[in-house]
């Protein structure tokens, strides 16, 4: 079986062949294993879970599990970061077109409804309402911001409850932060087993999509317009990026993961990370559903827990911390500056 190539191992680290998985799983469990024994899976080698040992080249050592993880997680992050990234353009591009648009008669024929502009709240609430009464099986929703108000929650109420007694079944993302508005707590009490919910540190803007065959997204930034759109290839488009972030969020029914460092609460985590890529503190706010006011207290406390005197030391903290986005291999608790180890006599 020697000499297979890697067309023959079509796969990633995350989901290895069977024999693949046999070698690296021996190789693990002791230390090392002869590089004869990987000649049949040469997909080990290709993604470097195994590597020559440096006193013996007959031989080959595993990369650590842990390592392997924080590869698969980065690289899913920078999937759903570029995923985010695109969607921001298309908006963006579809707003510009859609002014154009309104310059020009509409075509004739299937193309002139694969994207509609809906000019008023109006205009948006009554295509709305046309397509909960078509939807039969699933609506899936993004709701960026912060914690829902009762307003808000209770303008779309009848179309949920509507999709309810039918049978619909809802998935919704929300950020973080709206975990603490009871509105929302109440909603989700009301519609029973009828609505998933989970949460993420920062989703896109706000998209609503029915039966997977036509979706919702603003067009300007105060949501007086926005866009319908059935072109399989956009709504396709749109599923994807709504899956890949739900697979990442977390269910409100579960506790926010412990940052695992002293004194530093999940949305302070958030908030170091974006801080390290240079956003200003209003751009913080908006990504993170909360306001300015709060942003800035969540500041002043991580410079108080790292010791930072200025924004520029604090950015340095922050990175020492490993604060800085970038993933640990190591699950050993990070200690601060000027702090002990707990372990230190």
Do not use: K
């Amino acid at each position: 079986m020697t000499g297979h190539g890697a067309q023959e191992h079509p796969h990633g680290a995350d989901r290895l062949c069977a024999a693949g998985d046999r070698v690296y799983s021996r190789a693990v469990r002791r230390g090392r294993v002869p590089r004869r024994d990987a000649e049949p899976v040469p997909c080990l080698l290709e993604l470097a879970l195994l590597h020559p040992d440096p006193d013996d080249m007959d031989w080959l050592v595993p990369t650590s599990p842990q390592e392997v993880m924080t590869r698969l997680l980065r690289g899913v992050q920078e999937e759903v970061s570029a995923s985010q990234r695109r969607v921001g353009s298309a908006v963006e591009a579809f707003e510009w077109y859609a002014g154009l648009g309104r310059l020009l008669q509409p075509p004739a024929g299937p193309e002139s409804t694969a994207i509609r502009v809906l000019d008023g709240l109006s205009r948006i609430q009554a295509a709305m309402d046309e397509a909960t009464a078509a939807c039969t099986t699933e609506v899936l929703t993004v709701q960026p911001g912060g914690i829902r108000r009762e307003h808000e929650l209770s303008e779309g109420l009848h179309r949920a409850l509507a999709l309810r007694g039918r049978g619909v079944r809802m998935r919704d993302l929300y950020t973080h932060v709206a975990r603490h508005g009871q509105g929302l707590l109440n909603y989700l009490e009301l519609m029973g087993d009828a609505v998933e919910a989970r949460t993420l540190d920062e989703v896109v803007d706000r998209l609503i999509l029915f039966d997977r065959t036509v979706a919702f997204i603003p067009a300007n930034t105060d949501r007086t317009i926005a866009l319908e759109l059935r072109h399989p290839a956009l709504i396709a488009y749109l599923v994807t990026v709504f899956e890949r972030l739900w697979r990442l969020a977390i269910p409100l029914t579960a506790p926010l993961p412990d940052t695992g460092i002293e004194g530093i609460s999940h949305r302070e985590q958030s908030i170091a990370a974006l801080l390290a890529e240079g956003h200003q503190d209003a751009v913080i706010a908006e990504r993170l559903g909360i306001s300015v006011r709060t942003a800035r207290a969540h500041i002043a406390r991580l410079s108080e827990t790292l010791g930072a005197a200025s924004r520029t030391q604090l950015g340095v903290r922050i990175a020492q911390a490993g604060l800085d986005g970038s993933l640990r291999t190591s699950p050993a608790p990070v200690i601060l500056p000027g702090r002990e180890s707990p372990t230190a006599r």
